[in-house]
């Protein structure tokens, strides 16, 4: 076998179509693009959103500023204030807050507020306190103790990952 004796096998190669040819090609005059219009014109064509001439709706939709940061964090708030009817013997945590309806999410961390005054030594256990509530905690002559971010399910609007630990450990 020679060189030129080389040959693809049979039904290898596909003889290319030959469009705009003539009547008798099957594919003459508009060449397979159907009549007139955007889409029998060469180049890429009318963009995604193109709706022939219409609003797009990405126009009809109103204009959406900033981001979403999805690592927030909502917590429910308790103000100092409110804990001055709280008896001294009985430890605040989130299910006691919760038992007396201070706090309405179960699932939701809490941060106490320095917003009011305390009067008694309270033991506070919460999941974050400002540095004013923690202040007036002490000088009241009671304890603000951290707790750990458990959360029971993964969500991004209800409290934070629970990959993610608070530094201090109760």
Do not use: C
Not at 6 to 11: D, I, K, N, T, V
């Amino acid at each position: 076998m020679k060189l030129h004796d080389l040959r693809p096998a049979e039904g290898a190669h596909r003889k290319r179509k030959r469009i705009g040819r003539g009547h008798g090609s099957g594919k003459g005059k508009t060449g397979g693009k159907g009549m007139m219009g955007q889409k029998a014109r060469s180049g890429p064509g009318p963009y995604r959103t193109f709706e022939g001439g219409q609003n797009r709706l990405v126009k009809r939709m109103p204009f959406k500023r900033g981001f979403v940061n999805k690592f927030r964090v909502e917590y429910e708030v308790v103000n100092v204030g409110s804990l001055v009817d709280w008896p001294v013997d009985l430890e605040v945590t989130p299910e006691t807050l919760l038992a007396r309806r201070l706090v309405r999410r179960k699932r939701m961390p809490v941060k106490i507020l320095g917003d009011g005054e305390l009067t008694q030594p309270l033991v506070i256990k919460a999941h974050k306190f400002s540095a004013s509530a923690r202040q007036k905690i002490e000088a009241a002559g009671g304890k603000a103790i951290d707790l750990t971010w458990v959360v029971e399910r993964h969500s991004r609007s209800r409290g934070p990952n629970p990959s993610m630990r608070n530094a201090r450990q109760s």
